[in-house]
């Protein structure tokens, strides 16, 4: 299959410790494919579903242990612990490839090991990184097809002596104490053991294309972030792109896929889908920033995507999509909470495989949901209808604007520009987001996810952010940086902001900002729009209500630097002195002395 004799001697070494029965290399054809299918729905590790409502789609169950990343046993393995930091676990990386091997020792007996060379980003691009993914899961297989560019052609332009990222992934049991998600930066290598999940098991994703890229992009002058990307297109044809980092849950994918409104889209206005999740940076030969989207496919969120929330994700999961852990109804077709219309009432199954019906409760009268809380589609980008007709182009798009969001119920205002590229830094550093949606007045519990990279990031984050300042100053024209938070809520906790399609005035006054018009208002925080600046055309959005989601509480603010200045002094002497000064310089301007 290949020349390359280091991926033969590794993939041999492999195979000896986990010894399967035998090791398929992955082609990337149909016919390897349709057999892989018809495999796994022989075995029950896959349900075929109803291929005339959803032709080309499957389902599939992890089990019931394994339905979201275990960020408890993730960890960067790096000889000194310092180069982890505070903010990830670590192990030393003796000690985690021992214990590793220990798991994966005889784990494939009676299955097969499959090996898929993947590209993340288009072949050959200059952007591009090459992995080798080994698994003993069909499910993994079929999922890193959809999310990766994987096959003959990979190895093709791998050849004879390219390096690659050796991902080595296993079931094992299963057993969540026997689970391990292992990142070994120096070795360029992965090994994650004990999970079926995607988060743990997809290794291109957030092992590859965020853990391992990020330390591989701070030695080699980029940045992997993660980020949506979308492009706004203006009546006369020109487009911006625009990438946001929000953490998960806080609506990537809905705002990668917005549907302008009625008025706006009438005017000529529409919004092109490059990325849901992850953006590699490179700053170009023009001295622009530009940014590539390293996946192929998205894995969304099902709980709560409905044709009002994201029609174009509706239209994009019809067909070759893979369901993980929604509802499966007796017509062999999947529903999920917050989805479209409701279930039938009877022969569904939730997703442990139990009879469901809406509203069942358990003994102790709590409702049980049909559809787990972080079921997921996995499906081709290419098919979602707002998708860019350049989102593979290899050399990204150029960005006009970056935004930093997280849900806030009071604090942050709707939208803010950061005065400078430095003062953006600091605001990505302590952005923090809501666990959960907190009722107004009682604050919920903020956990700090800087430029949402929390649990992404595979170095120490205080280098991550004196990274973050370099970057800035080898960007020429420099996109400029913005804060949003579409969460807002009121006294009675409702949201303020009816948010979705109607985010495209926000993504207006941004796009006006960095053209140099748009008027805003000089604020301790930064600079905020005016009422009048934000084209509301075909919206009733009161002078009032404006005023309400850009209040700046003072008090609040100040109670956020002492939260701030905690969180960063866990960085002790590595945290960039910009940061301390740009920290000391908005507790002046907040107390009026500036
Ligand atoms: C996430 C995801 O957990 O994208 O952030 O799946
Ligand atoms: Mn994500």
Known sequence: ????????????????MCKPDKVVWIDGSEEQKR??????????????????????????????????????????????????????????PEEAYDRAAQIFSGSMRGRMMYVIPFSMGPIGSEFSKIGVQITDSIYVVLNMLVMTRAGKKVLEQLGTSGSFTRCLHGKADLDINRRLILHFPQDNAIWSVGSGYGGNALLGKKCLSLRIASCLAREEGWMAEHMLILGV???????????????????KTNLAMLVPPEAL??????????????????????????????????????????????PNAMAMIRENTIYTNTVLCPDRTVWWEDGEGLPPDEGCLDWTGRPWRLGKTDEHGHVIAGAQPNSRFTVPVGQCPSIAPNWQDPRGVPLTAIVFGSRRARLAPLVYQCFNWQHAVYVGATMGSERTAAQYGKQGEVRFDPMA???????????????????????????????????????????????????????LWMINRCRGNGASIKTPIGYLPTYDSIDWSGLEFSRHAFGDLHAIFTEDWLEEQALNK????????????????????RERRLRGED
């Open 233 to 251: 297109e203006h009546p006369d044809g020109q487009i911006d792109y625009i990438a946001g980092a929000f953490p998960s849950a806080c609506g």
């Open 35 to 92: 057999e892989l299918i018809a495999e796994a729905c022989r075995t029950e590790e896959l349900i075929e579903l109803n291929q005339e409502k959803l032709r080309g789609c499957i389902y599939h169950r992890t089990a019931v242990n394994d339905v979201a990343r275990t960020e408890g046993l993730t960890y960067i393995c790096t000889s000194n612990e310092e180069d982890a930091g505070t903010t990830n676990n670590w192990m030393a």
């Open 566 to 585: 905690q969180f960063l002094a866990q960085f002790g002497d590595r945290l960039p002195q910009e940061l301390r000064f740009e920290h000391a310089a």
């Open 453 to 507: 990279m929390l649990p992404f990031c595979g170095y120490n984050m205080a280098d991550y952010f004196r990274h973050w300042l370099e970057m800035g100053t080898r960007i020429l024209h420099r996109p400029k940086v913005f804060r949003v938070n579409w969460f807002r809520r009121e006294e009675n906790g409702d949201f303020i902001w009816p948010g979705y399609g109607e985010n495209l005035r926000i993504l």
């Open 1 to 16: 299959m290949t020349n390359n004799k280091e991926l033969r001697r590794w993939v041999e070494h492999m195979a000896r």
């Open 265 to 310: 889209a009438k005017k000529g206005y529409k919004v092109w889908t490059v990325g849901d999740d992850i953006a590699w940076l490179r700053v170009g030969r023009d001295g622009r920033l530009w940014a590539l989207n390293p996946e192929a496919g998205f894995f969304g969120v099902a709980p709560g995507t409905n044709s009002k929330t994201n």
